[in-house]
């Protein structure tokens, strides 16, 4: 399914403005499903939502009709999310096992792979930055991390058998929330600003360029 969940932002900085909406892959309108600030699908049939109040709940959802069909279900209360940070990100296994952030510190981050029992190996030693997202490409062989620094933001596309790495930057974006096309050979993610905001798309690969999917 292709649809892509949207995590949209009247004021990014207000998380209780945040809507959660879903818009195709060649963008148009957003179908506004409820508030929340994080969101994940769940098989076979749940949102996870978190909320601006630092609640993490689970959603009954049609992915049909992109409609809620039941009452929520807390499952984490008493996190902080504030602004863009990424307390509150959430992800799901294949399980139904859910993954959460409930703190972060950027002045060191380094891509490693988190094995079941908890234990990390570190994926390139030489390298390490303010790694504010990461998603991996669903065969595993590529890697979408966004970056932030002094300059503006970057989205690195790194192959993560040769270490070959694209770099995207659009001056004056934050770029957030980068996931991968069921297929794998496209990667959307999200550009935000004081002034404007949208969703955008790249092909993996090659010298990817960016492309508006929804602004």
Known sequence: HLERFVEGRADFQKTSEWQIAVVGPDGGVPKVIMPGVRVAYAQPGHLIVTRANGTIVAVPF????????????????????????????????????????????????????????????????????????????PDGRWAALTVTGAGPDELRLRDLGTGATVRLAEPGLFLRSPVFAPNGDTVIFAGLSLRKMGIFRAAVGGTAA??????
Not at 113 to 124: C, E, L, N, Q
Not at 210 to 215: A, I, K, N, S, W
């Open 62 to 137: 049609d992915l049909r009709s992109l409609r809620v069909t039941g009452p929520e279900r807390p499952l984490v209360i008493g996190l902080q999310t504030v602004g863009i940070s990424n307390n509150g990100s959430i992800s799901v296994s294949r399980t139904g096992r859910l993954l959460y952030l409930i703190g972060e510190d950027w002045s060191a981050t380094d891509l490693v792979r988190v094995r079941r029992g908890g234990s990390a190996v570190a994926v390139d030693t030489t390298r390490s930055g303010n790694f504010a997202a990461v998603a991996a490409s």
């Open 210 to 215: 960016l492309e508006p999917v929804l602004t």
